[in-house]
């Protein structure tokens, strides 16, 4: 790659030079051998074990070599142990592409391997059975190429290189953006532009941010296009990869827009229920896009009713509302919190209220009956009834509002699929196929691994995403029933709505 050793570290670490003070510093190396990342720790007490700080799932990364071995662990400690005191080396196994790079610090060196920083850094060493913590400003971070050592040098609270920083000279909240050396023009000038009237759109309705703000762009060579970001404490990442993004996409233009809103949105955010957080975002971005003309009123109604139509039809089964990680949080959210606040005066007021209560009592400005409030909250905080919470909310699907591009077919088998196999679902969408994958879950009368499903109801798959969906759903309401076929099979499945 052009930029193998690409770095953006958002690390919080003293100096890049050890203090004179420092009883345990400790030297930290970067480098790639055979494919993976590798990390040398050179601690100038003469100890055989070292402490890190690494949970569960990154804890499976590490490996020990060159004499060093993973003696034990728990969910927040990896305890390392040597054979050839004060040195310790470790490789890092890919999990996946990023690690969940955007959302904790990391380091990226340009492969498919990403790890959390803060995971790899040396929290303590044990002697004579005492653990003695080895503080950040004892730590020095290099990165070793070829035969050179390049230190990794602070600035403004975190690392990088191969980038470039510019501010906004008089700003409010001031705004300072880190560009990877080969970001492409287009995406510069898109982020800026929507960076300013966001920032400039959402003080005017929620008060100024008492922080600066800073955004950091990078764009990587990939195989695959991909874009991923998110928001650390004052930190925007955004990053890039693909030829896909060299030029300009009116696509990846609308996208990176809705991006922009939605996570410039969360600097104004708490840590309430992630459902209320994402949705609230999402809804935020829509009323924000409307209003400086990124979206018009059709579209914006678009967006409420493709997020109530993938609310239920994708979500309904087995929703949890008080689930952190849930996938449904963003659709759900916004089309949950629109019904409830349908206007932008109510939505606003209301997120100012949170923002001092600290607490998500919609019934404050609901647009929900007093009468249906209680019932219906206690409805979609328990993953029993969220479903009939949902019906009950969100109403009818409105087939004319939902955009062109709607992925009906998609919400269908998500679906159907999730009735009978206790909310698991694998299928696979092929131009006018979907290959309906079985899994041992499922109980329903299909024998065969793979069925090509090509028409539904008689409606051919390649039918207009809102004539499918009314099949559907008149079908499942008056005979309680989906009538799926291929080539060599017709099927009847029980369905209910």
């Not at 690390?11 to 055979?34: H, L, M, P, R, W």
């Not at 409606?459 to 809102?466: A, G």
Request: aromatic residues 10%; hydrophobic residues 40%; glycine residues 6%.
């Amino acid at each position: 790659m052009k930029y193998l050793f690409q770095l953006l570290l958002l690390i919080i670490v003293g100096n890049a030079t050890a203090s004179s003070s420092c009883t345990n510093s400790t030297k930290v190396s970067f480098y790639q051998e055979d494919g993976s990342l590798h990390v040398n720790y050179h601690v100038s007490a003469q100890v055989k074990q070292l402490e890190l700080v690494a949970n569960n799932k990154v804890s499976t990364a590490i490996e020990g070599v060159k004499g060093t071995q993973l003696t034990a662990s728990d969910n927040q400690r990896v305890l390392l142990t040597t054979k050839d005191a004060g040195r310790f080396d470790i490789k890092l196994k890919p999990l996946g592409k990023y690690i969940n790079a955007t959302y904790t610090p990391y380091i990226d060196l340009g492969t498919a391997h990403g790890v959390h920083i803060n995971s790899v850094l040396p929290f303590s060493i044990l002697k004579d059975g005492q653990r003695h913590k080895i503080d950040h400003e004892c730590a020095t971070l290099s990165i070793q190429r070829a035969d050179q050592t390049q230190k990794i040098e602070m600035q403004d609270g975190f690392v990088l290189l191969n980038f470039t920083a510019t501010s906004t000279q008089g700003s409010q909240p001031p705004v300072t953006y880190y560009i990877n050396e080969n970001m492409p023009a287009w995406i510069v000038s898109e982020i800026k532009g929507n960076v300013t009237k966001a920032l400039r759109y959402y003080a005017a309705e929620l008060g100024d941010l008492a922080f600066p703000v800073q955004i950091m762009m990078s764009f990587e060579d990939s195989e695959h296009p991909f874009f991923d970001g998110g928001v650390y404490a004052n930190k925007l990442v955004i990053r890039f990869g693909g030829e896909a993004y060299k030029q300009f996409d009116q696509g990846a233009q609308r996208h990176l827009q809705q991006f922009v809103y939605h996570e410039i949105f969360h600097f104004w955010t708490k840590p309430q229920q992630s459902w209320i957080r994402e949705g609230g975002a999402d809804y935020a971005a829509a009323i924000a896009m409307l209003d400086v003309g990124l979206l018009d009123k059709q579209q914006f109604q678009s967006k409420r009713a493709e997020a109530s139509a993938t609310c239920f039809m994708k979500f309904g089964h087995g929703a949890n509302f008080l689930a952190q990680g849930w996938r449904g949080r963003y659709a759900c959210g916004l089309a949950v919190l629109s019904r409830f606040l349908p206007s932008k005066s109510d939505f606003f007021k209301y997120w100012k209220t949170l923002d001092k209560a600290g607490k998500n009592d919609l019934k404050v400005l609901s647009n929900v009956s007093q009468k249906q409030y209680p019932r219906l909250i206690s409805q979609l905080n328990s993953q029993e009834s969220a479903s009939a919470a949902l019906k009950t909310l969100l109403g009818p699907i409105q087939y004319q509002q939902l955009p062109s591009n709607f992925n009906g077919t998609s919400a269908i088998f998500v679906h159907l699929m999730a009735q009978h196999c206790q909310g698991v679902v694998s299928f696979h969408t092929n131009h006018n196929v979907v290959s309906l994958y079985n899994q041992e879950a499922c109980s329903w009368p299909l024998e065969k691994l793979v069925y090509e499903v090509k028409a539904l109801n008689g409606h051919p798959l390649s039918s207009k995403p809102v004539e499918l969906l009314t099949s559907y759903i008149s079908r499942c309401q008056s005979e309680r029933k989906a009538v799926l076929s291929g080539e060599t099979f017709k099927v009847e499945l029980p369905c209910a709505w």
